[in-house]
């Protein structure tokens, strides 16, 4: 299975007044994941819709273990959960890059549609890109 770790520096404007990060950025964070996910295997996002499939996001969930904080260096470590022709699930670790401490895991699920939000297999209409995640996802 595949993982790609993305890091980013928590900036002040994502925390709070005691320094503590926002729970909402979490969910940003995880688009950050997914994003250079999809860059780290030399496609993005935009290609995806240059192609007229979009992946809009329809489960989302996060379970917070302890506090990240400003200035902390953070590893979002992304790998897909769940891949079949219609639908694809991120998983997500966000991880505190100076102690490894696990700060919160969580997912999102998304299905493949047109611009037009009808559901489309990408096997059918980008098996290139289906056989390149289902390498990602691994012998399940």
Known sequence: MY????????????????????????LNWFEIG???FFR???????ELEDNKIMLPVIETNCKYIWSA???DVIIIRTRIDFLKG???RFAYDIIRENNNRLLAQGMTEHPFTTL???PVNIKKVLPH??????KCYGDR
């Open 129 to 134: 890109v289906y056989e390149m995640l289902n």
């Open 34 to 36: 997914r994003t250079e």
């Open 116 to 118: 037009d939000k009808k």
């Open 40 to 46: 780290s295997l030399g496609m993005t996002y935009k």
């Open 86 to 88: 219609t639908r694809i």
């Open 69 to 71: 904080e400003y200035d």
């Open 3 to 26: 993982t790609y770790d993305a890091k980013i520096r928590v900036r002040y404007g994502e925390t709070d007044k005691m320094g503590i990060v926002y729970y909402a950025n979490y």
